[in-house]
């Protein structure tokens, strides 16, 4: 980026100094810009902003005082009533960039601090933070989910740029359902693979994780390439039988797990039978193996 097109250098203040606030404020003051206040509830907030950032915690009004750029990075369901309380308190946000990184908000839930004449963004990091000391380095190339008023979309494309990220557009109406994707995927990722090593576990697998990783690592490839049509296993090879032992071994073990396979069977050979992978005989039979209509 030439030195014309960069934002200028702003004052950068944290409200919510954790996992996300730290690490993304720290890559504005590697890009130039000087965090000059920061917030934090928790105990592990208030040490991470002494870690990251070099300050001591300080109340939000005073954060926003003393910024040009205020980082709203609090979960959700605390955004609103965050935004409420900053401009009851009465602190002047007139001509203040406010970016909250929340993926499933919009501009919307910043209207009382608009009103109050604040800029807003929505800055929102595609990436998972554990508030290790590798969060910093996984910032580097990763996507933003970006929406903002169009006279302040350069702006917000210029920050993400100068954080070393990707800004993607994302229209406000949009949101929740792109919030939806990547948790879908991420989250529940998660969760079905920590399922799949404790069920591994108990039947004396020492090491799960080395046995899933380059399964996974593939499965995981082919679908970033492939999409749909990197599809492999029992579903979409239509084994009928297969897929029944997988349910009543999962009903035996894991009840609450054999829910979850089923639905997602069913998703699964509804997307294949869509994609021509599955034929329709094939997916009869996986119907009744479900027990239930794969295509509702």
Wanted: net charge negative; no cysteine; proline share 6%.
């Amino acid at each position: 980026m030439d030195a014309v097109d960069r934002p200028a250098r702003l004052a950068v203040g944290v409200v919510g100094a954790g996992r996300v606030g730290s690490a993304l404020g720290a890559a504005l003051a590697r890009a130039g810009h000087r965090v000059v206040a920061a917030s934090g509830v928790s105990d592990s907030s208030r040490e991470r902003a002494a870690e990251r950032l070099g300050l001591a915690p300080t109340r939000p009004e005073d954060v926003v005082s003393k910024a040009d750029l205020i980082l709203l990075t609090v979960p959700d369901d605390v955004l609103p009533d965050l935004v409420s309380g900053l401009v009851g308190t009465g602190a002047d946000l007139r001509g203040k960039l406010v970016a909250h990184t929340s993926g499933a908000y919009g501009l919307a839930v910043l209207n009382p601090a608009i009103k109050a004449g604040a800029l807003p963004l929505a800055l929102h990091p595609v990436m998972t933070f554990t508030g290790r000391d590798d969060d910093l380095r996984r910032l580097v190339g990763i996507s933003y989910g970006v929406t903002a008023p169009d006279p302040l979309r350069p702006v917000a494309e210029a920050l993400v740029i100068e954080m070393e990220g990707e800004p993607v557009w994302i229209e406000d109406e949009d949101r929740a359902l792109y919030h939806a994707a990547l948790a879908g995927a991420a989250n529940h990722m998660v969760t079905l693979v920590a399922e799949s090593s404790e069920l591994l576990g108990k039947i004396g697998v020492d090491q799960p994780g080395r046995m899933l990783g380059p399964l996974l690592s593939a499965a995981l490839d082919n679908v970033l390439r492939l999409g749909i049509a990197g599809l492999t296993g029992p579903v979409v090879r239509g084994d009928a039988g297969t897929v029944r032992k997988h349910v009543d071994a999962l009903i035996l073990a894991a009840p609450e797990a054999a829910d979850a396979y089923v639905a997602l069977a069913r998703l699964t050979a509804d997307r294949a039978l869509a994609a021509g992978l599955l034929k329709p005989e094939a997916a009869e039979r996986l119907l009744d193996a479900l027990g239930g209509n794969i295509w509702t």
